[in-house]
């Protein structure tokens, strides 16, 4: 059974840290591309962040570089993401996900979905 299970969400000010984790299982981690999507109230799915299998590759949505770090362990089966300098329109859903192959900023071919952890940036 595969499961990705995130934690690590929270309220936070602004300018403030989270690190966020997401623990898979029922799956050969190390075989999959791993995202962090995010769904804010009221918009729709928005791709955050991704990870090659290896962990040397990484990408972000512009409006995070620099302030957001998103990293993996293989030997743990997590994933994780390191958010800095959190502004309120960081404020969302956070989901972990994960695709087989080569990567795609495509949401909808991913196979393997969280269920989220919840992001409230406010002062």
């Known amino acids: 059974q595969v499961q990705l299970v995130e934690s690590g969400g929270g309220l936070v000010q602004p300018g403030g840290s989270l690190r966020l984790s997401c623990a898979a299982s029922?799956?050969?981690?190390?075989?999959?591309?791993m995202y962090w999507v995010r769904q804010a109230p009221g918009k729709g799915l928005e791709w955050v962040s991704a990870?090659?299998?290896?962990?040397?590759?990484?990408d972000y949505i512009d409006s995070v570089k620099g302030r957001f770090t998103i990293s993996r362990d293989n030997a743990k089966n997590t994933l994780y993401l390191q958010m800095n300098s959190l502004k309120p329109e960081d404020a969302a859903l956070y989901r972990c996900?994960?695709?087989?192959?080569?990567?795609?900023?495509?949401?909808?071919?991913?196979?393997?979905w969280g269920q989220g952890t919840q992001v409230t940036v406010s002062s």
């Open positions: 990870i090659n299998t290896g962990g040397s590759s990484t």
């Open positions: 029922g799956f050969t981690f190390s075989n999959y591309w």
């Open positions: 996900a994960a695709r087989r192959g080569y990567h795609s900023s495509r949401i909808q071919s991913y196979d393997y």
